[in-house]
């Protein structure tokens, strides 16, 4: 490879929102990053219309956004999904590079001049530096199942949460692919279109701070809806490509088994044979109990998590393997993505 340049290249920040209170927290933390300031920051308003929600109107976002006001651009998102939002971002940006952040992270003291450095030691055939994500996790107990949860962000390859693409490079692939409609999966789609496409993806030595953000005790089901966008890569990319995107490959095989073992027994105790409804009944419950278990035993074991944790292990299974079938028929003719941000 060419070696770089060592040029500081001037970057753009985009950053798709839903106007979260979040998010003034996060143009704040960017203004005091130090230099060099990126060249804009292009804020993408992802609620229906356009609209900016009272919770975030322009005035606000500029106070926030302190000495890069005048840097500051709204850009309406219409509604439909972080990847539309990201490229709507990408096409309005004029910087070398473009860095996506998501809302509700972030950037640590110094980071614009680590990203710097980050960039002028990517070469020619870089197409993509990845941030270092941190996420704090409570002191003086264990974390919760969302909150580990969240911790894996650390480790994930990709995540846009942190990440800058050469402009050249994410339009040359047609940006992110807008069939990817929640902050899932549709980062680690783009890093294996960049690198099919020849271009090399790094990590660099920046960080940013992702906190985790509040839930309730239902999100964990919610989530499930993931499984869908699982379906969509396996078409997109061969069965291979969580080796490939360094993704954990999850439960699902389990949590098929489970969910046929709980449609199972009431059907075989309908047709009269009771020994098979007990074995059916039995596996069920073994595999619930076994996935619970394994969600409360590293946790904080508090009544409201354990009870959290039984409940929504009941209903993940049966809910994950109807996401998964249901993203295999809805995008069984999906084609290579033709674009949506040159």
């Given amino acids: ?44 308003v992802d609620l229906p219309g356009g609209a900016v929600s009272p919770q975030a109107d322009a005035e606000a976002l500029r106070e926030a956004a302190g000495g890069l006001a005048e840097r500051l651009r709204l850009v309406p998102g219409g509604g439909r999904g972080p990847a539309a939002a990201r490229n709507a971002g990408a096409r309005a940006a004029h910087g070398e590079w473009v860095v996506f952040l998501d809302d509700d992270v972030r950037v640590t003291a110094g980071w614009a001049g680590r990203l710097a450095a980050d960039l002028a030691g990517a070469g020619p055939g870089t197409g993509g530096v990845q941030g270092r994500l941190r996420v704090p996790l409570p002191v003086g107990r264990r974390p919760t199942d969302w909150e580990r949860g969240t911790a894996g962000l650390e480790d994930a390859a990709w995540a846009t949460a942190d990440m800058a693409y050469r402009t050249a490079a994410l339009r040359a692939v047609g940006g992110f692919d807008e069939r990817f409609p929640r902050a899932f999966r549709e980062d680690a789609d783009l ?116 009870a959290a944790m039984v409940l929504t292990s009941c209903a993940i299974p049966p809910l994950a393997v109807a996401h998964w079938l249901s993203g295999r028929v809805r995008h069984r003719a999906a084609g290579p993505w033709t674009g949506g941000a040159a």
């Avoid at 927290?25 to 960017?30: H, I, P, S, V």
């Avoid at 993806?201 to 699982?230: I, K, Y």
């Fill in 1 to 44: 490879m060419t070696a770089p340049s060592g040029r500081t290249p001037a970057y753009s920040v985009v950053v798709p929102t839903l106007a979260r209170p979040c998010l003034a927290d996060c143009l704040a933390a960017l203004a005091a990053a130090g230099s060099p300031e990126p060249a804009e920051v292009i804020v993408v």
């Fill in 191 to 306: 890093a294996l279109r960049m690198l099919d496409a020849g271009w090399e993806l790094t990590r660099g030595r920046r960080e940013t701070l992702h906190p985790v953000r509040p839930a309730d005790p239902w999100v964990s089901v919610r989530v499930q809806r993931g499984n869908a966008d699982d379906a969509l890569m396996t078409r997109l990319h061969g069965a291979d490509w969580w080796e490939r995107a360094g993704a954990p490959r999850g439960r699902l095989p389990r949590h098929a088994v489970v969910a046929l073992a709980a449609a199972a027994a009431p059907v075989a105790l309908a047709l009269g044979r009771r020994r098979a409804a007990a074995g059916w009944a039995a596996l069920w419950a073994l595999g619930t109990a076994e996935f619970a278990w394994a969600r409360i035993a590293p946790g904080p074991r508090t009544a409201d998590e354990v």
